[in-house]
């Protein structure tokens, strides 16, 4: 996780922690912040990567054409976050060339 910074983001990194309390600086909260999100993307594995690329899309779209079926109960199917995860189960799990 820490190889996903460059040196200078692990410098400011650990001597921000080191002499900071609080951060009053708008540049240095701005890189802080910079340095969180990416340290946050690679905390994520390839399951939650392909969720957000690919599963809830695709639930999206499941349930719009569900919709144009007639199927009024298929807008509750994107307040449960089970549609996005079975399509992307699936995806993960499927033979290459199958399309999912």
């Known amino acids: 996780m820490y190889g996903a910074l460059d040196q200078v983001e692990r410098g400011i990194l650990s001597l921000a922690a080191q002499v900071v309390e609080r951060v009053e600086s708008l540049v240095l909260g701005v890189e802080l912040v910079k340095i969180a999100s990416k340290l946050n993307e690679a905390m994520k594995n390839q399951f939650q990567k392909r969720l957000e690329s690919y599963g809830l899309g695709r639930a999206l779209k ?31 799990n499927a033979p290459p060339g199958w399309l999912t």
């Open 62 to 92: 499941v349930v719009k054409q569900a919709l144009a079926w007639g199927c009024a109960a298929a807008r509750k199917w994107l307040s449960s976050p089970g549609l996005a995860r079975f399509l992307t189960f699936l995806s993960l």
